[in-house]
């Protein structure tokens, strides 16, 4: 009889441990941006912030939408202005578009998740070239401003820095 007694809370705590542990791993934190095509990235000097779709979300006017439409294109620009390349117009040489999806995750603990995809177009053939795509990013319970703006600075993090062409470089006469 004593053996039992100690052998319940020991099952007890290894379902606990085995439930926190299978609902950390949900959260991705690996970047997976990546070039969808061969691109010449020294023709790519300039860029503009084209839109942000948002769905899922019962009102597309509510607060949460807007704030995330609004990080997204200030963190974006702020980002992709620090790897070099020029925020433009119209004339820009490619443009950014974001879109966030909140969803129904039935294999995870929180159920109602958010994802991200960040997407680069060739503006001169409208192509996409580059995209990152973090899915099930994290828990509606965990959004914030500053969550929202972590996610998009993980999600551009691996496009490269702007790269001068080499008759822009200096010569060393």
Not at 35 to 53: C, I
Not at 133 to 160: C, G, H, K
Request: hydrophobic share 45%; with cysteine.
């Amino acid at each position: 009889m004593p053996m039992r007694l100690h052998f319940r809370p020991c099952l007890v705590a290894l379902f606990f441990v085995a439930l926190l542990s299978g609902c950390a791993s949900f959260e991705s934190t690996t970047p997976l941006g990546e070039f969808v095509k061969p691109t010449d990235m020294s023709s790519l000097d300039s860029f503009r912030y084209q839109h942000s779709m948002v769905s899922g979300m019962v009102d597309r006017r509510s607060s949460q939408a807007l704030v995330m439409k609004e990080l997204s294109k200030n963190v974006l620009t702020q980002e992709l202005s620090q790897r070099g390349y020029a925020s433009a117009g119209q004339e820009a040489k490619f443009y950014v578009v974001s879109k966030w999806r909140k969803e129904i995750n039935l294999s995870a603990a929180e159920a109602v998740r958010f994802s991200l995809i960040v997407e680069l177009y060739d503006t001169a053939n409208q192509s996409l070239f580059w995209r990152a795509e973090l899915p099930y990013i994290f828990n509606a319970m965990q959004w914030s401003d500053a969550r929202v703006s972590q996610t998009l600075r993980l999600a551009i993090q691996n496009f490269p820095v702007h790269m001068k062409k080499a008759s822009e470089l200096p010569t060393s006469d």
